[in-house]
């Protein structure tokens, strides 16, 4: 009965031992006479077995590794077991089932199991803490070839030392590796340039693992300077805090930077001071206008005008036409040619102009259109004063062949009407009908011979004030019957015209008497004299303007023709006359509507050039300060 209960104890202390043991991570392997008589869980899936048959009763050899054989000999076994002290760790290889090798940790310990000496084997697979460390070890090497060959230096400082220099670094200031023992941070750097060297490690967490930039001179050992620029980042180092950095030299680069900055400068005031009106748009939106165009346009700055529509400022007849022309731009290389429009002002002003598109690729990133755009007033008031001339040349030529002959036949008739009026008494209201229209031809006979051939006068610089004051003075009694109030600003200490002072008379008196005589109910003459600055030279500017009713703009446009007036006896060649005397003095002549109401004449004539000081911005003409003139 005692037997009984030993043999039970001894069997539930074995099962609470193999329980145990199958629980353990590691692998547990008990052998003796060299066949396995236990395996734990462990180390059936160590070995390569799905069951307990297919290792225990096995030969140990099965699973040694030929290298470790003389390990396993039954004298050292023997040796081992009355030893009977545990062997320290030691890596050995494992041939599992499937005959794979692992490399594992063994440890033996003498023990007695089911009443024999035997060796238990504490097995831990290491295969993959030596991959782990073989990894580190392939990532040492790659690091290190990494900072040994990276095109940038590389450094680490530490208490304020430099602990590591990558050859690229050394080469980049010329320093041996043996001479940055000692040396810090602040030797490799411009003096002027030392603030920068504050550490980012003694402000910010190592947790942050911020980076720092910088651009900074460099100082070689040979006292030259470079251009760099790199990152500071916080780290640690050897179990201390320390400080990684990269270094690029850039010195070409920020020489071919100015270059392009200077450049893009240059390209950019070429095309702000380009003296026409350029536009560029994508895709109808204007990104960019130089001064000229905001002159044009009436604009106080680009705000008013950059992401706006450009077909905001065509006349809609023509919108059409110029965005099918943008459209063609994109896919031409080429400028295209001009084409005429009608560009839309502030007060619904129009302005013919002309423009010409070319695409600009990479603007912005886009490909864009630039437009140049010319102002065609000049030039059509140009063609129509060439026109006018040409006019008056073909009127003067007929004038010359017929003025003569039609003179000696108009004095006969006069004085026959003469006698035939002291004849006929009774019907002297046909005489006077008759001397009138007589009185007109020869008005007519006059002006055209005035054309063809003007009589020659010296020139001589003379006052225009004076000159003014004297027309003025003869048009008072008839501006006082017609209650018209003339009203007369003229410009102080403006310099002599070189003119013809009779024939400059006249054309202030066609002009201003015609400006009277539109306001047959009275009414106001504006006149003002300024100096002005243009492109050409400083000019007299004179402008006379109306309160009457003005005159449409197909009248306008055709005003100097003969015979085209708006008076019902008129002729339209006093217009004509005076236009030729202007353009004789080297002026210009142009009519227009107010703004408001009435008709406004402009002319220019040619001051002197003295080098007096003259606004060059004044391109529109800017009075300066004036004094009232009297009728």
């Given at each position: 009965?005692?037997?009984t209960v030993q043999e039970q104890l001894?069997?539930?202390?074995?099962?609470?031992?193999?329980?145990?043991?199958?629980?353990?991570?590691?692998?547990?392997?008990?052998?003796?006479?060299?066949?396995?008589?236990?395996?734990?869980?462990?180390?059936?899936?160590?070995?390569?077995?799905?069951?307990?048959?297919?290792?225990?009763?096995?030969?140990?050899?099965?699973?040694?590794?030929?290298?470790?054989?003389?390990?396993?000999?039954?004298?050292?076994?023997?040796?081992?077991?009355?030893?009977?002290?545990?062997?320290?760790?030691?890596?050995?290889?494992?041939?599992?089932?499937?005959?794979?090798?692992?490399?594992?940790?063994?440890?033996?310990?003498?023990?007695?199991?089911?009443?024999?000496?035997?060796?238990?084997?504490?097995?831990?697979?290491?295969?993959?803490?030596?991959?782990?460390?073989?990894?580190?070890?392939?990532?040492?090497?790659?690091?290190?070839?990494?900072?040994?060959?990276?095109?940038?230096?590389?450094?680490?400082?530490?208490?304020?030392?430099?602990?590591?220099?990558?050859?690229?670094?050394?080469?980049?200031?010329?320093?041996?590796?043996?001479?940055?023992?000692?040396?810090?941070?602040?030797?490799?750097?411009?003096?002027?340039?030392?603030?920068?060297?504050?550490?980012?490690?003694?402000?910010?967490?190592?947790?942050?693992?911020?980076?720092?930039?910088?651009?900074?001179?460099?100082?070689?050992?040979?006292?030259?300077?470079?251009?760099?620029?790199?990152?500071?980042?916080?780290?640690?180092?050897?179990?201390?805090?320390?400080?990684?950095?990269?270094?690029?030299?850039?010195?070409?680069?920020?020489?071919?930077?100015?270059?392009?900055?200077?450049?893009?400068?240059?390209?950019?005031?070429?095309?702000?001071?380009?003296?026409?009106?350029?536009?560029?748009?994508?895709?109808?939106?204007?990104?960019?206008?130089?001064?000229?165009?905001?002159?044009?346009?009436?604009?106080?700055?680009?705000?008013?005008?950059?992401?706006?529509?450009?077909?905001?400022?065509?006349?809609?007849?023509?919108?059409?036409?110029?965005r099918n022309a943008l459209n063609r731009?994109?896919?031409?290389?080429?400028?295209?040619?001009?084409?005429?429009?009608?560009?839309?002002?502030?007060?619904?002003?129009?302005?013919?102009?002309?423009?010409?598109?070319?695409?600009?690729?990479?603007?912005?990133?886009?490909?864009?259109?630039?437009?140049?755009?010319?102002?065609?007033?000049?030039?059509?008031?140009?063609?129509?004063?060439?026109?006018?001339?040409?006019?008056?040349?073909?009127?003067?030529?007929?004038?010359?062949?017929?003025?003569?002959?039609?003179?000696?036949?108009?004095?006969?008739?006069?004085?026959?009407?003469?006698?035939?009026?002291?004849?006929?008494?009774?019907?002297?209201?046909?005489?006077?009908?008759?001397?009138?229209?007589?009185?007109?031809?020869?008005?007519?006979?006059?002006?055209?011979?005035?054309?063809?051939?003007?009589?020659?006068?010296?020139?001589?610089?003379?006052?225009?004030?004076?000159?003014?004051?004297?027309?003025?003075?003869?048009?008072?009694?008839?501006?006082?019957?017609?209650?018209?109030?003339?009203?007369?600003?003229?410009?102080?200490?403006?310099?002599?015209?070189?003119?013809?002072?009779?024939?400059?008379?006249?054309?202030?008196?066609?002009?201003?008497?015609?400006?009277?005589?539109?306001?047959?109910?009275?009414?106001?003459?504006?006149?003002?004299?300024?100096?002005?600055?243009?492109?050409?030279?400083?000019?007299?500017?004179?402008?006379?303007?109306?309160?009457?009713?003005?005159?449409?703009?197909?009248?306008?446009?055709?005003?100097?023709?003969?015979?085209?007036?708006?008076?019902?006896?008129?002729?339209?060649?006093?217009?004509?006359?005076?236009?030729?005397?202007?353009?004789?003095?080297?002026?210009?002549?142009?009519?227009?509507?107010?703004?408001?109401?009435?008709?406004?004449?402009?002319?220019?004539?040619?001051?002197?050039?003295?080098?007096?000081?003259?606004?060059?911005?004044?391109?529109?003409?800017?009075?300066?300060?004036?004094?009232?003139?009297?009728?």
């Open positions: 009965m005692n037997e001894l069997r539930e202390s074995r099962e609470r031992y193999e329980s145990l043991v199958h629980c353990l991570p590691d692998g547990v392997v008990v052998y003796s006479d060299h066949q396995i008589l236990f395996a734990n869980e462990a180390a059936l899936k160590l070995l390569g077995a799905s069951d307990r048959m297919e290792v225990e009763g096995r030969p140990l050899l099965d699973f040694v590794h030929e290298d470790y054989l003389d390990m396993v000999t039954s004298d050292k076994i023997r040796k081992f077991i009355e030893y009977g002290k545990a062997s320290q760790p030691t890596y050995r290889k494992i041939i599992r089932l499937d005959g794979q090798l692992i490399t594992a940790e063994v440890r033996s310990i003498p023990i007695v199991y089911d009443g024999k000496r035997s060796v238990q084997l504490i097995i831990r697979d290491m295969s993959p803490w030596i991959r782990v460390e073989e990894t580190l070890t392939e990532k040492d090497v790659l690091y290190k070839s990494l900072m040994e060959n990276v095109v940038a230096g590389v450094f680490v400082e530490q208490n304020d030392e430099i602990v590591y220099a990558n050859p690229y670094l050394l080469s980049m200031f010329g320093y041996r590796q043996e001479e940055l023992r000692g040396m810090k941070l602040t030797d490799f750097v411009y003096e002027k340039d030392l603030y920068v060297q504050e550490h980012p490690k003694r402000s910010t967490s190592l947790t942050d693992r911020k980076q720092f930039l910088f651009k900074i001179k460099g100082k070689r050992k040979d006292g030259g300077l470079l251009q760099l620029e790199g990152n500071f980042t916080p780290i640690v180092f050897n179990g201390g805090e320390a400080l990684l950095g990269t270094i690029q030299e850039v010195t070409q680069k920020r020489e071919k930077e100015q270059i392009l900055l200077q450049n893009a400068k240059l390209y950019q005031r070429m095309l702000r001071y380009i003296p026409e009106p350029l536009f560029i748009t994508y895709e109808g939106e204007l990104l960019y206008v130089n001064r000229y165009a905001l002159e044009l346009i009436g604009a106080p700055d680009e705000t008013h005008l950059i992401g706006r529509n450009i077909y905001e400022y065509i006349h809609e007849d023509d919108r059409d036409r110029v731009t994109y896919a031409m290389d080429e400028p295209a040619f001009f084409r005429e429009a009608r560009v839309v002002l502030a007060e619904d002003r129009i302005l013919e102009v002309e423009g010409s598109n070319i695409r600009i690729d990479h603007y912005m990133g886009k490909s864009v259109v630039l437009s140049i755009i010319r102002d065609l007033t000049e030039r059509k008031r140009s063609e129509e004063r060439m026109l006018r001339s040409e006019k008056l040349s073909v009127i003067g030529q007929l004038a010359a062949g017929v003025a003569h002959e039609i003179r000696n036949p108009l004095t006969a008739l006069k004085g026959f009407t003469q006698l035939l009026r002291a004849k006929y008494k009774d019907d002297s209201a046909y005489f006077d009908i008759m001397a009138g229209e007589l009185d007109r031809i020869n008005l007519i006979v006059n002006e055209f011979m005035t054309l063809a051939k003007p009589h020659w006068t010296p020139f001589r610089h003379l006052e225009f004030g004076g000159i003014l004051q004297s027309v003025l003075s003869v048009l008072e009694t008839q501006a006082t019957l017609l209650n018209v109030e003339i009203e007369c600003r003229i410009q102080e200490g403006l310099p002599a015209v070189y003119c013809n002072e009779n024939q400059l008379k006249q054309v202030l008196l066609n002009i201003i008497k015609n400006a009277i005589e539109a306001m047959p109910d009275g009414g106001r003459v504006t006149i003002q004299v300024r100096e002005a600055a243009y492109i050409a030279g400083p000019q007299l500017q004179i402008s006379i303007q109306d309160e009457g009713p003005g005159m449409p703009e197909e009248i306008i446009r055709r005003l100097g023709e003969p015979f085209v007036t708006t008076k019902e006896k008129g002729t339209g060649l006093g217009l004509m006359v005076s236009t030729r005397i202007i353009e004789t003095h080297q002026g210009t002549l142009h009519i227009r509507r107010g703004e408001v109401r009435g008709t406004i004449v402009e002319i220019t004539l040619p001051l002197p050039n003295d080098d007096r000081a003259v606004q060059a911005d004044d391109a529109c003409g800017i009075a300066r300060e004036s004094a009232p003139c009297a009728p």
